[in-house]
């Protein structure tokens, strides 16, 4: 009896010994900060900057009357909260700088290079023996993608597919917001893949940017599953920043929900479909740049160091790379090409943006034109207006592989 009691208190101890072991070994996802010295507010223009913790009664206004009933079923879980003042930061993987941040180069004339003439030219030609519904790529996109390095690491093989609107320098919106599919495509070392929102204000050579979405991305997360995640760029941080780590960049608030967060339900082709609604919008009162998904803010790029002015351009859509030269691609999406049957494609919904008025509205299809950089890797489908839920849409991805840069 004794021998026994002996073998059943080793084999406990045991147990003991490796779940211990197990969850010291699990990454710690974030960890709780003070909110007011976070990394966003060490900058000396943030230095009388006071925080935003909550939507203005304007902008909450807003976010309610662009929202509908289908908001309710959406995918807005949190991590545990963070203790009172506090807020969860996500822990990189990696640098969180990057320098991969537009899809396009310009020529100092704003002339497509030759080549891109040619690879236009091609595309143009194979849709003519094609009908009106076919999708049409954007001449303004199509130019050489060069390979960006920065301080983490490098970005290679970038692709796009994309609705954008067209270039206009009167014309500026005030934010972007969609209803974001969550997909878990097979990603491999050194790769990302991402269902993504632009809002790009270009001045001369010198380019503002944030971007949002839903991200699997191996090399800054250390893992493949999908993620809330952002990145941005101002006129004296052009490297660029993933979510809440840059100085004079994005400010946390929310004390559950944070870029870096992990989705854990995931769309099935076929089957169950889960989705996550992302906004970005200039705040009418503060003029801070608010992050909420649906009426929840989750945290603002700060007007001091952001777009004044409003963006420029609005880009929609997927995109996709390696961390790594001469590799293979990855699937965008659900890895397949993008259809009309939303039951099995990658998918963006509810696509809207903010006026300068502060209206948001639905986007006018009059206004945007389409874009993939490598149509045997990747598509884009823009579906325009499906249903009252739905309301204008866009499907995206394709299975990656050799692609053309």
């Keep these: ?82 203790p009172k003042g506090q807020v969860p930061i996500h822990n990189p993987k990696t640098s969180v700088t990057n320098n991969f941040i537009y899809p396009q180069q310009f020529t100092k004339e704003g002339r497509l290079l030759r080549q891109d003439r040619r690879v236009y030219k091609r595309i143009k030609n194979k849709q003519r023996t094609k009908t009106k519904n076919i999708h049409i790529y954007s001449s303004m996109l199509s130019q050489k993608y060069k390979k960006h390095t920065s301080k983490g690491f490098r970005e290679y093989n970038q692709h796009y597919a994309i609705i954008k609107t067209f270039e206009n320098t009167t014309k500026k919106w005030h934010g972007a917001q969609g209803l974001f599919d969550i997909n878990k495509p097979r990603m491999g070392q050194q790769q990302y893949s991402k269902a993504w929102i632009w809002l790009n204000y270009i001045q001369g050579n010198v380019m503002s940017s944030i971007q949002f979405g839903v991200a699997v991305h191996t090399r800054l997360y250390g893992d493949d599953r999908p993620r809330l995640t952002t990145l941005w760029m101002a006129e004296k941080q052009q490297n660029g920043c993933y979510n809440a780590l840059c100085p004079g960049g994005y400010v946390q608030v929310h004390k559950s929900i944070y870029p870096g967060m992990v989705y854990h339900k995931v769309s099935v082709p076929g089957g169950e479909h889960h989705t996550v609604h992302l906004s970005v919008a200039e705040d009418p009162v503060t003029k801070n740049w608010v992050l909420t998904t649906g009426t929840k803010m989750i945290g603002y790029w700060p007007r001091e160091t952001y777009m004044a002015e409003g963006a420029s351009e609005v880009y929609f859509g997927g995109f996709a790379g390696t961390s790594m030269a001469q590799t293979l691609s990855p699937p965008m999406g659900t890895g397949d090409f993008p259809t009309k049957d939303l039951t099995r494609s990658s998918f963006i919904k509810q696509l809207k943006y903010v006026l300068p008025d502060y209206t948001v509205v639905d986007i006018n299809s009059n206004e945007i034109e389409y874009y993939a950089n490598d149509p045997n890797c990747y598509n884009v489908m823009f579906l325009k207006y499906v249903d009252f839920d739905s309301r204008e849409t866009l499907t995206f991805g394709g299975p990656g592989g050799h692609c053309r840069l």
């Design 1 to 82: 009896m004794a021998s026994l009691r002996l073998m059943l208190f080793s084999l406990c101890f045991i147990c003991l010994t490796c779940l211990a072991t197990s969850t010291l070994n699990q990454e710690t996802e974030f960890e709780c900060v003070s909110m007011y010295t976070q990394s966003a507010l060490q900058h000396p223009q943030m230095k009388n900057h006071q925080i935003q913790t909550k939507p203005s009664r304007e902008l909450l206004s807003m976010l309610s009357t662009s929202n509908d009933d289908t908001i309710t079923k959406i995918v807005s879980e949190g991590s545990e909260e963070c």
